[in-house]
């Protein structure tokens, strides 16, 4: 098994440019999410979702969007790309129990200039 | 509000010697406390988790932590550190109950370095 696999990997954009971020997940997880790591912050949610074809907003969703329209896929979506988005997106998948543990993507990281 | 602290951004131990990394957190109400090792370049692996029961709870690689309602803390211990231990740990916390849709709370992270 893959498990949780981003795309891409690594991403320059300049300000104002807009992209999206894949992540697959082949553990038939219900439970995703999109996390950004900045130093010295830890992990904060953006955005999650609970299922195919429902998301909600997480602890700093502005300026991004997301989609599920297949139980298997997260899209993380920027429209117009801030300096301040610069950081490493996690994404991770669980199953649907609270004590269920997260399993995470190896990260995107995403420069913006 | 939840909150998870981590006091110490990193830790240093000798190869061999027992290591600490210190957790506390705060909730309304009864915590899932959780522990996540990074490796560079990777994402987050769970190490271990407290949900109920003993208060002493064993994970992967050798380490444990310990629950302390009192005190609200959940520091990682493990007896004697390798050096291939050393990496960034997360401590998260999730209250538990209904209406929680798995959305931890994460600390900012320990650095810790174990040399030889």
């Known amino acids: 098994n893959a498990g949780v696999t981003q795309t891409p990997k690594f991403r320059v954009l300049k300000t104002g440019q807009s992209m999206t971020l894949l992540c697959a997940q082949d553990m038939n997880h219900e439970y995703m999410y999109w996390y950004r790591q900045d130093p010295g912050m830890g992990l904060r949610l953006i955005h999650y979702s609970v299922g195919e074809g429902t998301t909600a907003k997480g602890e700093v969703p502005d300026g991004y969007n997301v989609s599920r329209l297949k139980k298997q896929n997260f899209l993380l979506g920027l429209e117009s790309a801030a300096p301040s988005q610069t950081s490493v997106y996690f994404c991770a998948s669980s199953s649907p129990t609270q004590n269920s543990p997260l399993h995470f993507g190896n990260g995107t990281r995403l420069t913006v200039t | 509000a939840q909150s998870v602290a981590q006091p110490e951004d990193q830790v240093n131990v000798a190869e061999g010697n027992p290591l600490t990394v210190k957790c506390t957190y705060s909730?309304?109400?009864?915590?899932?406390l959780f522990w996540y090792v990074q490796y560079p370049n990777r994402g987050l692996q769970f190490l271990l988790k407290?949900?109920?029961?003993?208060?002493l709870v064993k994970g992967s690689y050798g380490f444990e932590a310990e629950f302390n309602k009192s005190q609200t803390s959940f520091h990682l211990k493990k007896p004697s550190a390798l050096v291939s231990d050393s990496a960034l740990y997360f401590c998260?916390?999730?209250?538990?109950?209904?209406?929680?849709?798995?959305?931890?709370?994460f600390g900012q992270g320990t650095t810790l370095q174990v040399k030889p």
């Open positions: 909730v309304s109400g009864n915590p899932y």
């Open positions: 998260a916390v999730i209250l538990g109950g209904s209406g929680n849709t798995g959305k931890l709370i």
């Open positions: 407290y949900i109920t029961g003993d208060n």
